[in-house]
């Protein structure tokens, strides 16, 4: 037999055609036996048809080794390929994966020590998509892309690497002689083709034993589905359990294109064998993966090596061996081939593979001598910093407090419901689930999560992230805010810390400064789709302010678009929220009866009398829970009403007086405060005094500042700490109106409808609180010890002794400014010039001056005028930032609409554009608050009126974000850009408006001249933010002034396809009705029909039917939506009842 000249030009033909190595002479001659040394070339099989197949393209065998070392248990198959000697081993029979492949090749290396090249040859899983038509039979080969090594783990990236995901879940890439020798084979097929065909049909005929396993399949055979269709959990075939309509059709490939087709790029590895279209589709589309295996990740960075893969079938639950044998054949008919192009002197050049392991590990045992003992305590403290710096918000205490108040058993038929099932084991799901008040939703919220971690608490590819709104701390709830804690939560959950979280912390630590919602939002998504799935938990979006509640669910619904994650919220009824979740699956929250009866029946033998026998029990059963009627918190309060009354017939008479619903709360609340005014002075006075604290404080209050707040008397020089009151005594005296948690150390009202009970009548019970407050405030600021001692050692010594200290200094002045009234104390706390102002506490934490504090108050008087100039006299620096808020006076008079005030601090020189640590300016501000006479005020004296904020944004376009109609036409007159876009998303005001909804202001752009045909970053028309949220009107509006109706954003989509995805039937119409294109088509092939079975629109789908949709590609079944079931057979029968389905 020829052998081939190795140093072959481009006009060669390849090395492997037609070659008949196994002919009767050939075949009698003797094995040749080398010595292990002369073998550089080592190739390495996962299963037998790859075996075989390897062995097949040999042009000739070699004898084998008489001794390997001990510990060695390959199998070797030894020859060579022209003049390069081939080592060729397989895994151990039934033993896949990284680490098996990993232990064979350490094993080859320490047997064959002269290897210096590597091969994975064998099959693999296609990921066809529209960028890749990838085949049965075709061949994917590993090639350096884009920075990376063209090997993905991509199990290891997710779970454990995180954001570093680039850096080091890509894996090493080949020697330079292999890249080279690929390089070299392109061009060659590019220009001539090839003859792997040829090649393959010539081994079958010199070895005609093999054709049935390893011929090329009928073509017929090579099936591919869409997506959405799922193999019934059957060892039946395709061909008797898959409906043969719904098949993907493919043309067939031209005569002039190579067949098998050779795609070059990114090979995905894992320990499991993928079966999961969906997964594929999104590593395909996000990742540029082309093609599915479980070994070679467990080579590359200790064997490298180049992967070649043979496609056998297309990595979903349709698994098909009929392709097996052929795909291997042609996988190692290209590797033979490239090993032609390589000369055997340019794998000498390369160093022994042994070597280069030994030089990286001789290396890294000499780092570990210098770094072993820092590491465990700096990994530790460096990322505990950085999450604290992120937020220091954390939910857990509160977490494990509601857990503690839940009745043992309780919640398990919401657990065991079908829709909560549904929502725990499909992939972007969304459960809403709304109560009344005191139904028990928190409680559940909480058990929600208890099953969450105490299911995937310890599986790193499933992120958990969970938030508990409170009324009482709405400067925690700022989207902003509430973004940053999930991202802190799923960031913590990966080791190492996600290297974009650190890039956060570099950036903007050291200039304290705070990352952009932006920012924020684009690092949750990159951290959330490091696992393969995400669970988001949050509860109670009434208690969110509305504006903070829009922007977080926009951003956590985008999150789950872009990542499949599963989000669960809880709600009061609430028409506005309950139309945020319209299409989505709803569980109402409601006590259930057993949880109730649980509950009391605990009560009642906790709490045993020996006037409660069997009869008077049943009522107290039957009579609570008839009064509770679904609210768990009145089911609480009734049972402490009826086990304090003293004999059986006042047991009864309460039993008939218990109310009902929020108006039974209320009833208890008032019977509580009447009890409390009912004691003697001094412990009426205790109570009231406890409870002005906890209503009406700025955040939540510990014990022990609720302690020292009720020890503070006016004029009190030093504090007392025999005035503290004991908290056992405090719950006592409040009528159960408070209650502790334990692990926060909070004390707190009993529920949110007990706030809201006091908001309606504080007036009656607690007419001064707010004045009250800030004279105790006042009073604890001017205690002696805080007049000397002006060093942080003090400073911090003197806050652990005085934990008040903190909130009054911040919030003395809200409470004041919230008085009818300016009191006199006030004005000498303003005007007294203490070293409070100027060096005693200014310096430590809050940076409060004086000028901060009289720019807060929004009743202004000439004598509050006189204040703020004997203050800008005195020589208080006019541009001072308060630490805490970040704010200067300026920002302060803005905050509130001052307009007096903040003409005198602008008349003294404050700076218009000075930029402090929040990144906002006073014209933002004023914007944001909606401030028409301060916005004015501000442009008039110099502010640039086109530049951008911290966020990229420019100040029309925060002014169309908030709705403000008055400064928007008040910006535009001005002379404000009118299609000026933003820094991060490139969007314009007219695509803030539309998705807003701001039907008034998307008019007055219009008039003004906006374009609407202006793209942002991402390919979206204002159109399509319109056909995103259903703005109808808006629609109407954009396509009246010639919006072109089938944009393309990057993804492919349309607005139909966004209208279609959303489930907004009237845009749908409307948009078909002005002549959208109905089967626009996606980068991944997806309809606006298939868009809208994807999310279960039934609705619009049958809309788009109705108008000629094609259905040919729609799946049979929607295997991402049990929740809906029910409907979808339904569907079905419609689907069935119209002509084209019979």
């Known amino acids: 037999m020829s052998k081939r000249d190795f140093e072959c030009a481009d006009n060669q033909e390849p090395g492997l055609g037609g070659r008949a190595r196994r002919g009767s002479d050939h075949a009698a001659a003797p094995l040749r036996k080398l010595k292990p040394d002369e073998y550089t070339v080592g190739w390495i099989c996962a299963i037998k048809v790859e075996y075989v197949a390897a062995q097949e393209f040999l042009d000739e065998e070699h004898e084998g080794l008489e001794y390997v070392p001990p510990h060695d248990n390959n199998n070797y198959a030894l020859g060579s390929i022209g003049k390069h000697n081939v080592v060729i081993a397989t895994l151990p029979l039934g033993e896949y994966g990284i680490s098996s492949a990993a232990t064979v090749a350490r094993d080859m290396m320490h047997s064959f020590q002269n290897v210096r090249i590597g091969l994975m040859v064998g099959i693999g899983g296609g990921a066809p998509s529209k960028r890749h038509d990838i085949r049965l039979g075709d061949i994917v080969v590993s090639a350096p892309r884009n920075g990376n090594g063209g090997l993905l783990q991509y199990d290891f990236g997710k779970n454990i690497q995180g954001q570093d995901f680039l850096a080091t879940g890509f894996l090493n890439q080949p020697p330079v002689v292999l890249r080279t020798a690929l390089a070299g084979i392109q061009a060659q097929y590019e220009r001539k083709g090839h003859r792997i065909e040829e090649a393959v049909n010539s081994v079958l005929e010199n070895n005609k034993r093999l054709r049935r396993q390893y011929k090329k399949p009928d073509q017929s055979s090579d099936r591919l589905y869409p997506t959405g269709v799922v193999h019934p959990s059957t060892k039946e075939s395709c061909i008797v359990t898959c409906d043969e309509s719904e098949l993907i059709t493919r043309p067939e490939r031209d005569e002039d294109e190579d067949s098998p087709a050779i795609h070059y790029g990114l090979i995905a590895s894992a320990n499991q064998l993928m079966k999961n279209a969906l997964l594929r589709d999104k590593l395909a589309a996000e990742k540029d993966v082309l093609c599915f295996e479980m070994e070679a990740a467990g080579l590359m960075n200790h064997f490298p090596c180049l992967v070649i893969r043979g496609i056998c079938d297309y990595s979903d639950s349709h698994k098909n061996k009929e392709w097996q044998g052929y795909a291997a054949m042609v996988a190692a008919a290209y590797a033979k081939d490239l090993l032609y192009r390589i000369a055997p002197s340019s794998i000498t050049a390369e160093k022994r593979i042994i070597d280069i392991l030994s030089d990286v590990q001789e290396t890294v045992n000499g780092m570990e001598k210098n770094v072993h003992k820092l590491i465990h305590k700096q990994y530790s403290q460096e990322h505990r910093a950085i999450l604290d710096w992120l937020t220091p918000i954390d939910y857990a205490p509160q977490h494990n407090d509601f857990i503690s108040r839940k009745q043992e058993g309780t919640g398990r038929w919401f657990l065991e419901s079908m829709k909560f099932q549904v929502w725990l084991k499909t992939t972007e799901q969304t459960l809403f689930c709304p109560g009344i008040p005191g139904a028990g939703k928190t409680i559940m919220t909480a058990i929600v999560v208890n099953h969450l971690l105490a299911n995937f608490r310890n599986d790193p590819q499933i992120g958990i992230a969970y938030v508990y709104c409170n009324f009482r701390q709405q400067d925690e709830q700022t989207a902003e805010k509430l973004l940053t804690s999930l991202l802190k939560q799923l960031a913590q959950g990966q080791s190492p810390l996600p290297k974009t979280v650190k890039d956060l912390y570099d950036k903007y630590e050291k200039s304290r400064t705070r990352p952009s919602l932006y920012e924020i939002t684009v690092t949750l998504h990159s951290i959330a789709a490091a696992y393969s799935r995400t669970f988001i938990v949050i509860d109670a979006l009434d208690e969110c302010q509305d504006l903070s509640r829009l922007r977080l669910l926009d951003e956590i619904f985008d999150l789950q678009g872009k990542t499949g994650a599963n989000i669960f919220a809880t709600s009061r009824i609430s028409d506005t929220i309950k139309r945020r979740f319209d299409g989505y699956p709803t569980a109402e929250i409601s006590a259930n009866e057993r949880d109730v009866l649980a509950y009391l029946d605990e009560q ?485 029909l298939l868009l809208a079975q994807r999310k279960g629109r039934w609705k619009v789908m049958q809309l788009l039917l109705d108008r000629g949709a094609e259905s040919k590609n729609l799946p049979s079944h929607d295997v991402g939506s049990i929740a809906i079931s029910s409907r979808r057979d339904s569907f079905r029968a419609y689907l069935r009842s119209r002509p084209k389905f019979i």
């Open 604 to 1088: 009642l033998s906790l709490r045993r009398s020996e006037i409660i026998n069997g009869d008077i029990r049943d009522k107290i059963r039957a009579g609570v829970l008839r009064a509770a009627d679904g609210m768990f918190l009145l089911a609480t309060f009734h049972i402490d009403t009826i086990m304090s009354q003293p004999t059986r017939g006042e047991i009864k008479e309460a039993l008939q007086k218990l109310g009902r619903g929020v108006e039974g709360l209320h009833e208890i609340y008032k019977q509580a405060m009447e009890r409390i005014e009912g004691h003697a002075d001094a412990i009426r006075s205790l109570a009231k005094r406890t409870l002005i604290w906890i209503i009406h404080a700025k955040r939540p209050l510990s014990i022990t500042e609720i302690q020292h707040a009720l020890a503070v008397r006016e004029h009190m020089t030093a504090l007392d700490t025999d005035y503290m009151p004991d908290v056992k005594d405090l719950k006592s005296i409040c009528a159960g109106l408070v209650t502790t948690d334990e692990e926060s150390g909070i004390i707190r009202l009993v529920h949110y409808t007990t706030q809201e009970f006091f908001q309606k009548t504080q007036g009656k019970w607690f007419p001064d609180a707010e004045a009250y407050i800030s004279k105790i405030c006042i009073a604890y600021l001017s205690l002696n010890t805080f007049s000397f001692g002006h060093t942080r050692d003090e400073l911090e010594e003197r806050m652990e002794s005085y934990p008040l200290y903190f909130y009054a200094a911040n919030n003395w002045g809200h409470h004041a400014r919230e008085t009818p009234t300016i009191g006199q104390e006030v004005m000498n706390f303003l005007e007294f010039p203490r070293d409070f102002w100027h060096n005693g506490f200014e310096p430590a934490l809050t940076k409060m001056t004086g000028l901060h504090l009289a720019a807060c108050f929004e009743n202004v008087t000439n004598n509050h005028e006189r204040v703020v100039k004997l203050l800008l006299e005195a020589g208080v620096n006019v541009n001072s930032e308060n630490f805490l808020y970040a704010g200067t006076p300026l920002l302060q008079a803005v905050a509130n609409g001052n307009v007096v005030v903040a003409k005198l601090l602008l008349k003294h020189g404050a700076t218009v554009d000075l930029k402090p640590r929040k990144g906002i300016t006073p014209l933002f501000l004023a914007i944001e608050c909606g401030h028409e006479e301060v916005v004015q005020l501000l442009l008039e004296n110099g502010f640039d009126i086109n530049l951008k904020d911290q966020q990229g944004r420019t100040p029309l376009i925060l002014a169309v974000e908030n709705g403000h109609v008055a400064i928007v036409q008040l910006l535009l007159h001005r002379g404000a850009d009118i299609n000026l876009t933003d820094s991060n998303g490139g969007r314009t005001p007219l695509s803030y408006a539309a998705e807003k909804g701001h039907t008034a202001i998307v008019q007055l752009l219009l008039d003004k001249g906006a374009n609407v045909h202006l793209e942002d970053r991402f390919g979206r028309t204002p159109l399509s933010y319109a056909a995103m949220k259903g703005r109808e009107v808006i629609i109407r509006l954009l396509l009246d002034k010639g919006a072109y109706i089938d944009p393309k954003d990057i993804s492919g989509r349309t607005p139909l396809s966004f209208a279609a995805g959303k489930g907004h039937k009237a845009i749908v119409q409307l948009l078909l009705d002005e002549g959208a294109y109905i089967d626009s088509e996606d980068v991944r092939g997806q309809t606006p």
